[in-house]
């Protein structure tokens, strides 16, 4: 069984399924379309900021310039994300303050974290997305 966030994913999608798409018009190609994009614009902003953080790292590396992080749209992603949770019956997806830029930032990490646990355990390359190693 997952935990936290992955499983969050996984009820949506469940919940997308038992109501028939029905907050989509029965689309299920809009209905995971508009899932999987929230969650890509959460990795993207993360992804962002890495990039520009390792750039910061090594001030004289030379690249191609680096895209500016989208904090708005991660944030109104989220807050599709929660408001989709509450359409289907499920808890919010992030429980902060999404008027907080702190909470909102804390959010994404964890989110990240969890994502990226998950995906080393599901390739049997590290710990389980559970635990804290």
């Known amino acids: ?18 109501t028939g798409c029905r907050e989509f018009g ?28 390792i750039r910061m790292a090594f001030p004289k590396a030379e690249g191609p310039a680096l895209p500016e992080p989208d ?10 994300l929660n408001s989709l949770c509450g359409s289907l019956g499920l808890p919010a997806f992030a429980g902060i303050d999404t008027d907080s830029p702190r909470a909102v930032r804390e959010f994404i990490g964890r989110y990240v974290r969890e994502a990226y646990r998950a995906g080393l355990a599901a390739y ?7 635990t804290d190693q």
């Open 1 to 18: 069984m997952q935990s936290g966030y992955i499983q969050k994913e996984c009820d949506i999608i469940r919940r997308l399924d038992e």
């Open 26 to 53: 029965g689309s299920k190609e809009d209905a995971i379309g508009c899932l999987a994009g929230c969650l890509a614009q959460i990795q993207e902003y993360a992804h962002a900021v890495m990039q520009r953080q």
């Open 124 to 130: 049997g390359a590290g710990p389980d997305p559970g």
């Open 71 to 80: 904090y708005d749209g991660a944030k109104d992603a989220i807050i599709r």
